[in-house]
């Protein structure tokens, strides 16, 4: 077992059948084995947490029944194979459904039934060690101190936020613009709380098109819908007893909103094309970019939902208001990109950093990476001056300033915009600058005559 000392226990009270166990136990170099007469003995040793223990079924002092059942009570981790003289299937039965490893009898073929059993759960002890490893590195990795960067007022808010979250299970929104690290936050929260064993499963509902959304969320049954070959399990099971993160959840369709109001009111959900309820115990945490007392306001966001849905309300700060945050993100970063390529830290100037801290960064933190990480691949020395720097897009406003425009000369070119950041897509844009698709239709012919 990968060089590690795997302890075993031995309680047989007969003593050549005992020295079998042992013999046959100790030919794997890796395990200890020491070996007991009676169960009071081997109780007394329990402290020194064995994995495994092997238990004859009848000893002077105890039954193996109630033995088993104090093993576990002392601890749950240790397993038990129950080794018998006659098979009992019924007593088999019940205690692998008590948690037994396994059960075995005393045949002639023990000694490789035996073998077989341990290397089947040394298999076993190694994922679960692997999968607690994991466990330990993603529990590290989102130490939010360590995770969430920033020494401004507005991030420590954020922190002190963070713990109120970790300690109860209350539901939190989180608000923000985009790439202010939203779904870092939810993931700080979940992993440090207590669901950070179970899963964490993240919907992002601006990116699920509004007829799948439903099935999304609750799952549906076989033939429910056209194209619905199989049984598909949503969201909302998949996170059972963890943590179900809904992003951008302003853009969930309003005919959607009650079904998920009932579904966090009622603690269960119905599968579509199905009949009967299921329930759920899931942590949510709701996350939108946009305003939604605004949305409520103007009815594209049902107020009880709203109400439902608030609970501890988190509000990220944009990069622009984290006053020298940015510094320490940009050379965080750097830092990252170096070692994730394994090379050396490039270093910024002076000028560099100022001129950074002179953009507004319109996609925050996210946007922020996405320069540093360019302005180091595009830097020739170790050193990054201002010229290595450059920015995906100029501010509308600066063009304002630099030109003279009209009213509606601006609102084609915002438009123009938001149709290039958007491939295109005149819907999406509607949506985005909160405007009907036949104006944006309207305002494109009417500039294209106008041109001719």
């Not at 700080?188 to 098109?209: C, D, E, L, R, W």
Request: charged letters at 30%.
């Amino acid at each position: 077992m990968s060089g590690q000392s795997f302890r075993i226990f031995v309680v047989e009270d007969d003593e050549w059948y005992r020295k079998l166990l042992v013999h046959t136990l100790s030919l794997n170099p890796d395990h200890t084995v020491k070996a007991f007469s009676d169960g009071e003995s081997m109780l007394k040793e329990l402290k020194k947490k064995p994995q495994l223990v092997t238990l004859d079924f009848r000893l002077p002092d105890y039954t193996g029944s109630d033995l088993f059942d104090k093993i576990k009570a002392i601890d749950p981790s240790i397993e038990v194979i129950i080794i018998s003289e006659q098979q009992d299937i019924e007593t088999a039965i019940d205690l692998l459904k008590r948690g037994a490893y396994d059960y075995l009898t005393k045949t002639d073929d023990i000694r490789d039934r035996l073998i077989h059993v341990l290397n089947k759960l040394g298999k076993n002890k190694k994922l679960e060690a692997r999968v607690e490893t994991l466990q330990k590195e993603v529990e590290r990795k989102y130490e939010f101190q360590n995770n969430i960067i920033g020494q401004s007022a507005g991030i420590k808010r954020v922190f002190k936020l963070i713990e109120k979250a970790i300690s109860t299970n209350i539901t939190v929104m989180i608000s923000g613009e985009t790439g202010t690290g939203k779904e870092e936050v939810a993931k700080s929260i979940h992993y440090n709380g207590k669901q950070k064993t179970n899963p964490f499963v993240p919907v992002n509902m601006s990116a699920i098109p509004r007829e799948l959304a439903e099935s999304e969320l609750f799952g549906h049954e076989k033939g429910s819908f056209t194209g619905a070959i199989g049984k598909h399990i949503g969201k909302f099971e998949q996170a059972n007893d963890g943590t179900l993160f809904l992003d951008e959840i302003g853009e969930m369709d309003i005919s959607l909103q009650a079904k998920l109001l009932r579904a966090l009111q009622e603690k269960e959900i119905t599968r579509v094309g199905g009949s009967s309820s299921i329930k759920i115990n899931c942590r949510v945490i709701a996350a939108t970019h946009r305003d939604l007392q605004h949305e409520v306001k103007i009815g594209n966001f049902r107020e009880d939902l709203y109400y439902r849905l608030f609970g501890l309300p988190i509000e990220l700060p944009p990069l622009r208001e984290r006053e020298k945050d940015v510094i320490i993100l940009t050379r965080h970063f750097a830092e990252v990109f170096a070692k994730a390529n394994d090379q050396e830290v490039k270093t910024f100037t002076k000028e560099a950093l100022q001129k950074i801290m002179n953009y507004s960064f319109p996609g925050n933190i996210r946007e922020l990476k996405s320069v540093v990480e360019l302005a180091i691949v595009m830097a020739d020395e170790n050193e990054i001056v201002p010229d290595d720097i450059t920015f995906a897009q100029k501010d509308v406003l600066t063009d304002v300033l630099i030109e003279d425009m009209s009213m509606k000369e601006f609102q084609m070119r915002i438009i123009h915009l938001y149709l290039k950041k958007y491939d295109d897509d005149i819907k999406l844009v509607s949506e985005k600058l909160d405007i009907g698709q036949s104006t944006i239709y309207r305002l494109l012919k009417e500039e294209k005559n106008s041109s001719q």
